[in-house]
């Protein structure tokens, strides 16, 4: 069993940068995957960027990719967000998500989730 708590979230200007944090509880957290997550009222939630259990293999949305970094380190148990020029399109409830496997990249994949850090990008 793993505990996850998102922080980091806020509002910032288009254009602007954001870290958000997923602190997670116990002495296994090397051996889960991590993923982020985002969700807008009345929407599907998204996949956003997800990394390997040892941090070397990653995964983003194709749209997203080369303006988010999904980094870890586990000593901290810490998985981080690293969003630049971010878009009013950004703007959502972020997720992040952990699942005792490799990499994992769907929702249904994930047996643990935090209670969201919320974004907003203003134009």
């Known amino acids: 069993q793993v505990q996850l708590v998102e922080s980091g979230g806020g509002l910032v200007q288009a254009g602007g940068s954001l870290r958000l944090s997923c602190a997670a509880s116990?002495?296994?957290?090397?051996?889960?995957?991590v993923s982020w997550f985002r969700q807008i009222p009345g929407k599907e939630r998204e996949f956003v960027a997800a990394i390997s259990l040892n941090g070397v293999r990653t995964y983003y949305a194709d749209s997203l990719k080369g303006r988010f970094t999904i980094s870890r380190h586990n000593a901290k148990n810490t998985v981080y967000l690293q969003m630049n020029s971010l878009k009013p399109e950004d703007t959502a409830n972020y997720y992040c998500?952990?699942?005792?496997?490799?990499?994992?990249?769907?929702?249904?994949?994930?047996?643990?989730w935090g209670q969201g850090t919320q974004v907003t990008v203003s134009s």
């Open positions: 998500a952990a699942v005792q496997k490799y990499i994992a990249t769907m929702n249904d994949e994930y047996a643990y």
């Open positions: 116990g002495r296994t957290f090397s051996s889960y995957a």
